[in-house]
């Protein structure tokens, strides 16, 4: 994992032994609180109690509704508390969840980035040099008078290329160590020169390897076939003689190894009667510098790239390849759907309490089918696509839920419920018609809560309106 990678700002993650720490101190401070409310109740019931002892009538029905309503508050808070207790270890899991996800995900764009870095190969075009005598007046001042003066300087001139034949192929392998992509250049060049002077006929060749490799081999320039040598180490000026109106043909040819990316810079130069070949022997392949070649030919995984001007043209920006590689869409969809996973895993239960009579244990059970198929998701997402990954966990998730009703009518209302509860609020998350989904499962529920309870289309199997009827005694 990339040293990079940084987890989401302010999020707790059990997997870091400080958090866990901390995480069990309030969640006991809590504990001992909601004791303590419910114990400080119960006593001061009895004191009310124990005050209204003489008045008997008033004392029987006082503590006797207050007897009921505190019996109900606990049976309540067992049902809260069960849900809490499943909530908050849940909340911290999908934050864990999302850390690690998240993490994941930088790890990728990372590894994406660091396989095309390196600094790239440029090849600049070479420049045909000469130099004038111009002459130049300046003013001076002698004894007191100003004095012009008329003398004459060198200026350096370049003559425009006549012609520019060039192919590139380039290939590419991996790094092992950093894990980047390198290029392997071979370049050969043919440049046509033509002296459309009248009184100059010394010339300079210079033409400079390019920048950015890491391994240069087998760098020449020839002049109409035979090799030139440089004058001095390092120095990639070549003199030459050209009479007027004569042309001659330079070749200049290397192997170079690089970083992902080859580029070809006019320098600012006009040039005419371009043609540049670069055939990359890779997928996948694109040109850089947003200048569209003229012609692209793609033979499996080479891909021919084509710029041709037969007049002069101006370019500002080089031309080139690079590595084109895929682009990583949909970063942060996960993380974002296990931050909000609590909230719907909230939603699901009080559907299912709306609908179903719920113990202890089916509630247990539900959270935990819940929890689990979110963090089978998480790491299934990675391997397929992320909807798809949930369509297939969702058909586990309705199998399993059809054991919460205890009869076909009861176990249809569970699978609804689910349905409007929990698949397809994940679901929405997952896709880019969020607002959308959402907004269907907000409606089925209420259609179905709707249904359910105020126009009795859907009633549950007598067994089960017994337990409910059992479970809430005052209905």
Request: one cysteine or more; charged letters at 15%.
């Given at each position: 994992?990339?040293?990079?990678?940084?987890?989401?700002?302010?999020?707790?993650?059990?997997?870091?032994?400080?958090?866990?720490?901390?995480?069990?101190?309030?969640?006991?401070?809590?504990?001992?609180?909601?004791?303590?409310?419910?114990?400080?109740?119960?006593?001061?019931?009895?004191?009310?109690?124990?005050?209204?002892?003489?008045?008997?009538?008033?004392?029987?029905?006082?503590?006797?509704?207050?007897?009921?309503?505190?019996?109900?508050?606990?049976?309540?808070?067992?049902?809260?508390?069960?849900?809490?207790?499943?909530?908050?270890?849940?909340?911290?899991?999908?934050s864990t969840l999302s850390n690690r996800y998240h993490y994941w995900e930088q790890a990728r764009v990372a590894q994406v980035a660091e396989s095309v870095a390196g600094e790239?190969?440029?090849?600049?075009?070479?420049?045909?040099?000469?130099?004038?005598?111009?002459?130049?007046?300046?003013?001076?001042?002698?004894?007191?008078?100003?004095?012009?003066?008329?003398?004459?300087?060198?200026?350096?001139?370049?003559?425009?290329?006549?012609?520019?034949?060039?192919?590139?192929?380039?290939?590419?392998?991996?790094?092992?160590?950093?894990?980047?992509?390198?290029?392997?250049?071979?370049?050969?060049?043919?440049?046509?020169?033509?002296?459309?002077?009248?009184?100059?006929?010394?010339?300079?060749?210079?033409?400079?390897?390019?920048?950015?490799?890491?391994?240069?081999?087998?760098?020449?320039?020839?002049?109409?076939?035979?090799?030139?040598?440089?004058?001095?180490?390092?120095?990639?000026n070549f003199p030459f003689r050209l009479q007027p109106g004569e042309e001659t043909t330079f070749r200049v040819t290397y192997q170079a190894q690089g970083g992902p990316r080859?580029?070809?810079?006019?320098?600012?130069?006009?040039?005419?009667?371009?043609?540049?070949?670069?055939?990359?022997?890779?997928?996948?392949?694109?040109?850089?510098?947003?200048?569209?070649?003229?012609?692209?030919?793609?033979?499996?995984?080479?891909?021919?790239?084509?710029?041709?001007?037969?007049?002069?043209?101006?370019?500002?920006?080089?031309?080139?390849?690079?590595?084109?590689?895929?682009?990583?869409?949909?970063?942060?969809?996960?993380?974002?759907?296990?931050?909000?996973?609590?909230?719907?895993?909230?939603?699901?239960?009080?559907?299912?309490?709306?609908?179903?009579?719920?113990?202890?244990?089916?509630?247990?059970?539900?959270?935990?089918?819940?929890?689990?198929?979110?963090?089978?998701?998480?790491?299934?997402?990675?391997?397929?696509?992320?909807?798809?990954?949930?369509?297939?966990?969702?058909?586990?998730?309705?199998?399993?839920?059809?054991?919460?009703?205890?009869?076909?009518?009861?176990?249809?209302?569970?699978?609804?419920?689910?349905?409007?509860?929990?698949?397809?609020?994940?679901?929405?998350?997952?896709?880019?018609?969020?607002?959308?989904?959402?907004?269907?499962?907000?409606?089925?529920?209420?259609?179905?809560?709707?249904?359910?309870?105020?126009?009795?289309?859907?009633?549950?199997?007598?067994?089960?309106?017994?337990?409910?009827?059992?479970?809430?005694?005052?209905?």
């Amino acid at each position: 994992m990339s040293s990079s990678a940084q987890g989401i700002p302010g999020l707790p993650d059990l997997t870091h032994p400080i958090e866990l720490v901390q995480f069990g101190t309030q969640a006991l401070k809590a504990s001992l609180l909601l004791v303590f409310l419910i114990v400080a109740l119960g006593v001061a019931i009895a004191l009310i109690s124990f005050s209204l002892r003489r008045s008997q009538p008033e004392q029987v029905i006082f503590i006797g509704e207050w007897a009921v309503r505190y019996s109900q508050l606990l049976r309540g808070l067992q049902h809260l508390t069960l849900v809490l207790v499943l909530l908050v270890p849940g909340f911290f899991l999908c934050s864990t969840l999302s850390n690690r996800y998240h993490y994941w995900e930088q790890a990728r764009v990372a590894q994406v980035a660091e396989s095309v870095a390196g600094e790239k190969l440029e090849q600049f075009a070479p420049q045909v040099r000469y130099s004038i005598r111009e002459p130049y007046t300046y003013n001076t001042q002698v004894a007191g008078k100003i004095v012009k003066v008329n003398e004459t300087r060198e200026i350096t001139r370049f003559l425009m290329l006549a012609g520019s034949q060039i192919q590139v192929k380039l290939d590419q392998s991996v790094d092992v160590p950093g894990r980047s992509s390198i290029y392997r250049a071979n370049y050969t060049a043919d440049y046509k020169v033509v002296n459309q002077l009248k009184d100059i006929n010394n010339f300079f060749f210079e033409a400079p390897p390019p920048n950015g490799y890491t391994l240069l081999e087998s760098y020449k320039i020839e002049r109409d076939g035979t090799r030139l040598q440089p004058t001095n180490a390092g120095d990639y000026n070549f003199p030459f003689r050209l009479q007027p109106g004569e042309e001659t043909t330079f070749r200049v040819t290397y192997q170079a190894q690089g970083g992902p990316r080859w580029v070809y810079s006019a320098t600012g130069q006009l040039l005419s009667n371009f043609r540049l070949i670069a055939i990359a022997n890779f997928a996948p392949a694109d040109f850089a510098s947003g200048i569209v070649p003229n012609e692209i030919k793609v033979d499996g995984r080479s891909t021919q790239f084509t710029w041709k001007f037969d007049d002069n043209v101006s370019v500002k920006n080089p031309f080139g390849v690079f590595t084109n590689t895929e682009p990583i869409r949909h970063t942060g969809v996960i993380p974002r759907l296990l931050l909000l996973a609590p909230a719907i895993f909230l939603w699901w239960i009080l559907l299912l309490y709306l609908s179903l009579p719920m113990s202890f244990k089916n509630i247990a059970i539900a959270a935990s089918i819940f929890f689990a198929c979110l963090l089978t998701l998480t790491y299934l997402a990675r391997a397929i696509n992320p909807q798809l990954a949930w369509t297939l966990i969702s058909i586990i998730l309705l199998i399993l839920t059809w054991g919460l009703g205890s009869s076909r009518s009861a176990s249809l209302a569970a699978i609804v419920v689910t349905i409007a509860g929990a698949v397809l609020p994940i679901f929405g998350l997952l896709v880019p018609f969020s607002g959308l989904t959402l907004s269907l499962a907000g409606l089925l529920s209420a259609v179905w809560l709707a249904v359910r309870h105020w126009y009795g289309w859907y009633s549950l199997h007598p067994e089960d309106q017994r337990l409910q009827a059992q479970k809430n005694p005052k209905d």
